[in-house]
Structure formats: C-alpha cells, structure tokens
Nanobody, 115 residues
C-alpha cells in the first residue's frame, strides 16, 4: 500500500511563505509524476504543480513565479515552496503521485492565508 504523508501547512499572512512536504512510503523514483493539488471551500480540486521523473515541472498560471516544486529521490520526498502567498491560495493542499494509470493521494494539509 502506497502512502503519501504531507506536512507543512498552516496559517500565514499575505505575502508570507510556506513549504509543504510529501513523503512517500516507497521510492519516489517509481512514480511517473508527482504533484500538488488544492481544493478551496466550495470549489473543485485543481492541479497546482507537477514534477516528473526527469524533474520537469509545470505550474498552473496563478502560481507561476511564486511556487516551486522540487524533489529528493534519496529522501522519497517532494516539496512545494510557496512564496508571496495570497488569500486566494487558501485551500487544502493534496500531494498526488501516479504510477501509470494509478494515482495515489495524501491526506491533505490546510493552508490558510490571511489578508
């Protein structure tokens, strides 16, 4: 059973920073792609950022230039550095990892940005 454990969420003022981490129970080199999603109250879950085996990253437009995703295979961990946070970034953030057609999810971590 693959498990993803997130941490690093919290309450921060607008303009502040947070770093989320996601540690997998298996070697993350197994995953074709890992990513971060978020879901704000009353909204659908949206893809925020991804990183693939080759460390190619992609970001949704609203976070480009502010968020950075990176990983360390030796630590089985992927991080997302979030800078210049805005109130609209408030959401539950989920780590996801995919092996071919199977996607695994973390439990989610709350990020709240106050204005």
């Amino acid at each position: 059973q693959v498990q993803l454990v997130e941490s690093g969420g919290g309450l921060v003022q607008a303009g502040g920073s947070l770093r989320l981490s996601c540690t997998a129970s298996i070697g993350i080199f197994n995953f074709n792609v890992m990513g971060w999603y978020r879901q704000a109250p009353g909204k659908q879950r949206e893809l925020v950022a991804t990183i693939d085996k080759g460390r190619t990253t992609n970001y949704t437009d609203s976070v480009k230039g502010r968020f950075t995703v990176f990983k360390d295979n030796a630590k089985n961990t992927v991080w997302m550095e979030m800078n210049s946070l805005k109130p609209e970034d408030t959401a539950v953030y989920y780590c996801a990892a995919q092996i071919w057609a199977t996607r695994y999810w973390g439990q989610g971590t709350q990020v709240t940005v106050s204005s």
